[in-house]
């Protein structure tokens, strides 16, 4: 008799078990234990996310909101950060940006006679062939000395450029993806460094200060000119004060 008894119990416990009504009733009652929890949870993500967009902190803003979408998207705070969230990752991906151009210029202040000469640089974004060495860095100068004063010029890591530079040259300069102007050039009768100056220092600065890019085409030794672009949106004017 008790095997038949068992037998049955389990019978009516496996169609317990495999009722579909008695098992959505179930995961809705643990959900509804779980909601307020997983709400306080992602309140919490909501409130480091009003932290760092009031603090214009957009990166940030973007981890912790693509968190709370990801873990909590059914949550109220997913609901209200939503509509917003795809300016928020605009503006993240712009600091990005802006922080990799900050990163490719280089600073540099030397104690010297008469005070401190300064300096800022960039090399070109990418190598450019002036000879038969291939292709190598061209790097664009701002320097400020106390008594050579402003200058603005190329650096050749090899080669030369045009000999007619050593009078007087043109480079087209190109901001943006513009139309190219000419700008007056000059080439040092000096063998201490391959440099060509540009004549109006402060015109090149002005386009550095308000362009994303710059293009520079130069006439080289080899014949012909050859083009350099500068990524120079990262220019912070703080580091050559008075030339704004």
Wanted: proline share 5%; with cysteine.
């Amino acid at each position: 008799m008790k095997p038949l008894i068992l037998g049955a119990l389990c019978v009516f416990a496996l169609a317990a078990c495999s009722d579909p009504e008695a098992e959505r009733q179930q995961q809705e009652a643990a959900a509804a234990q779980e909601r307020p929890k997983r709400e306080a949870d992602a309140e919490g993500i909501g409130k480091l996310y009003d932290t760092a967009v009031t603090a214009t902190d957009w990166e940030k803003a973007r981890i912790h909101g693509a968190a709370l979408l990801d873990q909590f998207p059914d949550s109220e705070a997913a609901k209200r950060i939503e509509p917003g969230f795809a300016e928020v990752k605009e503006k993240a991906e712009a600091a990005r940006e802006l922080r990799r151009m900050q990163a490719l210029w280089n600073y540099n202040q030397v104690p010297v006679k008469g005070g401190t000469q300064r300096s800022a640089a960039i090399y070109s974004k990418e190598r450019v062939v002036v000879d038969g060495t291939g292709p190598k860095p061209v790097q664009l100068v701002f320097r400020d000395h106390p008594e050579w004063k402003r200058h603005a010029y190329l650096v050749l890591q090899t080669s030369d450029f045009a000999k007619a530079c050593y009078r007087n040259c043109q480079v087209k300069v190109s901001v943006d993806g513009a139309a190219p102007r000419s700008m007056a050039a000059y080439r040092p009768d000096t063998d201490e460094a391959i440099a060509m100056f540009i004549t109006d220092n402060r015109g090149l600065w002005r386009h550095a200060r308000k362009a994303k890019a710059i293009e520079i085409e130069f006439p080289v030794k080899a014949g012909g000119t050859r083009k350099a672009v500068f990524e120079v949106g990262g220019l912070d004017g703080s580091q050559m004060p008075n030339w704004d």
